[in-house]
């Protein structure tokens, strides 16, 4: 199995701060890379696919990049609706395997 | 209106066996690559198996292989995990989930159920 790591656990930012959570592969998975949004009680939201490709009704100030082995979730201005963990996952090779996620809190 | 709704969880005995289903609506169900997904309590998203549309593409995380059997049947629109042996590091939310697109399994996982609570405790 492809091992996931995110980085950091857990972020604290204050409102329009700029967040940048990073996710590295134990070996290439080309650009087959998703991010995941998940708040409290719910389940995943889906924020790119692709690596870079935003899904439906993701805002702008969301960006995904990165390609192989190292893949980088920017949210501009972090809002307040913006706390949740984010999740990313690869599916290049089945089994798909997320990383442990980064937890993104306001100050 | 995509719908995915899991049935099946419970409270069960250490080594016994649970069955999960998932009823699909709100899209063409046999078009779609589908998913279970799993969160423990407190814990991360852990990928437990996935099946393609024409159930001729299986895969299981190595945690599971050989325990928990993913089947579909798309004349029933439904979507099931046999789980046998159970373990205590089993307990967890269990997701049904679909791909994105249709005939594709590298759109991300675009729907997803509610979840149904699995519980293996002596």
């Known amino acids: 199995e492809i091992v996931m790591t995110q980085s950091p656990a857990s972020l604290s930012l204050s409102p329009g701060e700029r967040a940048t959570l990073s996710c590295r592969a134990s070996q290439s998975v080309r650009g087959n890379l998703a991010w995941y949004q998940q708040k409290p009680g719910q389940a995943p939201r889906l924020l790119f696919f692709g690596a870079s490709i935003r899904a439906t009704g993701i805002p702008a100030r969301f960006d995904g990049s990165g390609s192989g082995t190292e893949f980088t979730l920017t949210i501009s201005s972090l809002q307040s609706g913006d706390v949740a963990v984010y999740y990313c996952?690869?599916?290049?090779?089945?089994?798909?395997?997320f990383g442990q996620g980064t937890k993104v809190e306001i100050k | 209106e995509v719908q995915l709704v899991e049935s099946g969880g419970g409270l069960v005995q250490p080594g016994r066996s649970l069955r999960l289903s998932c009823a699909a609506s709100?899209?063409?169900?046999?078009?779609?690559?589908m998913y279970w997904v799993r969160q423990g309590p407190g814990k991360g998203l852990e990928w437990v198996s996935g099946?393609?549309?024409?159930?001729?593409?299986?895969a299981y995380a190595d945690s599971v292989k050989g325990r928990f059997t993913i089947s579909r049947d798309n004349a029933k629109n439904s979507l099931y995990l046999e789980m046998n042996n159970l373990r205590t590091e089993d307990t967890a939310l269990y997701f049904c989930?679909?791909?994105?697109?249709?005939?594709?399994?590298?759109?991300?996982?675009?729907?997803w159920g509610q979840g149904t609570l699995v519980t293996v405790s002596s």
């Open positions: 709100g899209f063409t169900f046999e078009d779609y690559a």
């Open positions: 099946i393609n549309w024409n159930s001729d593409k299986i």
């Open positions: 996952q690869q599916y290049n090779n089945w089994p798909g395997t």
């Open positions: 989930a679909k791909d994105t697109y249709a005939y594709s399994v590298t759109s991300g996982i675009g729907n």
